[in-house]
Nanobody, 117 residues
Framework: QVQLVESGGGLVQAGGSLRLSCAAS????????MGWYRQAPGQQRELVAS???????TYADSVKGRFTISRDNGKNTVYLQMNTLKPEDAAVYYC???????????WGQGTLVTVSS
């Protein structure tokens, strides 16, 4: 069984930075895709960024140039460096692991990011 544990959320002023981490444990099949999604109150969950085992990245247009996703395959950990945060970035951020060839998808419990204006 795969578990994802997120850390790094918190309160930051607009223009500030935060770094989220997500450590995966258990039977980690590869190749896989790890990513970050977010959900603001009253909004649908949306993809923020994802990264494959090979390092290919995808970003939402709203975060391009401000957020950077990276991963350490040896530690089964994915990171999200968030810079120049805006109030509209405030949300619960969820870590996600997908193993398409095994029809497997796992979610973390979420970490809250609050951005004050």
């Amino acid at each position: 069984q795969v578990q994802l544990v997120e850390s790094g959320g918190g309160l930051v002023q607009a223009g500030g930075s935060l770094r989220l981490s997500c450590a995966a444990s258990g039977s980690i099949f590869k190749p896989n895709i790890m990513g970050w999604y977010r959900q603001a109150p009253g909004q649908q969950r949306e993809l923020v960024a994802s990264i494959t085992s090979a390092g290919t990245t995808t970003y939402a247009d709203s975060v391009k140039g401000r957020f950077t996703i990276s991963r350490d395959n040896g530690k089964n950990t994915v990171y999200l460096q968030m810079n120049t945060l805006k109030p509209e970035d405030a949300a619960v951020y969820y870590c996600n692991l997908q193993v398409p060839w095994r029809y497997l998808e796992v979610w973390g419990q979420g970490t809250l990011v609050t951005v004050s204006s």
